[in-house]
């Protein structure tokens, strides 16, 4: 009898956290599009917000947190102010540091703090140009070994070595290799859940049309 209501208990258990698990992913695939729809600094943050609470609430998923950041780094993007800018993606960074300690060696992650490091070199060139360039690389290198097949990483770092190439007037050849593979596996990725990162090909898209202008201009001064 004592092993029967123990049965019990546990089939009721794992039916409560089954129900709970479905209202997660429910809530998480409502709330995702806002991001890509914000079109204010307001709603990124109202988004960013709502990650966060969600984050609270599903204290053992790293998505929440990804999703916040990335909502940051959005807002970072329509910010001229550089000093405000960089406010931005320092709170994309703190709430990328609470999921990746949800989540260790996740190529997404990892990929995205190289991304955000990657465009505060922008805020301030001169002086961490130097210093973040080495942790950016290898940033990307670790995301692109964890998951060779992540878009996002091989997008990042040919972004990385595209820019890199223009600074110092060398061929953009690897770089927009990078960004060609990026698109392939954008086109044929399929996302292990409904919430997990499929976000990017518009950004490829858009840097295939930077190589192409690029790699143009090279053969005509050869």
Not at 23 to 37: D, R, W
Not at 77 to 99: E, R, Y
Not at 175 to 201: M, Q, R, T, Y
């Amino acid at each position: 009898m004592k092993s029967l209501n123990i049965l019990i208990v546990l089939v009721f258990a794992a039916m409560f956290a089954n129900g709970q698990n479905k209202k997660y992913i429910k809530t998480m695939e409502a709330s995702i599009p806002g991001i890509f729809q914000a079109e204010s600094l307001e709603a990124l943050d109202a988004s960013a917000n709502k990650f966060d609470r969600i984050g609270q609430a599903e204290s053992s998923e790293w998505e929440p947190y990804y999703y916040a950041s990335l909502s940051y780094v959005f807002k970072a993007f329509k910010i001229d102010d550089l000093q405000t800018k960089d406010k931005a993606l320092d709170q994309a960074l703190v709430s990328l540091s609470k999921a990746s300690t949800l989540s260790e060696n996740n190529s997404e992650l990892i990929a995205l703090q190289g991304f955000i490091n990657m465009i505060k070199i922008g805020v301030d060139p001169g002086t961490r140009g130097q210093t973040l360039s080495p942790k950016i690389m290898a940033d990307f290198g670790k995301a692109m070994e964890l998951n060779p097949n992540n878009p996002r990483a091989n997008l990042f770092m040919g972004q990385m070595l595209f820019g890199t190439a223009q600074f110092f007037g060398t061929g953009v050849g690897d770089a927009c290799a990078l960004v060609d593979k990026s698109i392939a596996l954008f086109e044929s990725e399929k996302p292990e859940s409904s919430i997990a990162p499929s976000w990017g090909i518009y950004s490829a898209k858009q840097y295939k049309q930077q190589c192409e202008t690029a790699l143009a201009k090279t053969e005509s001064q050869e």
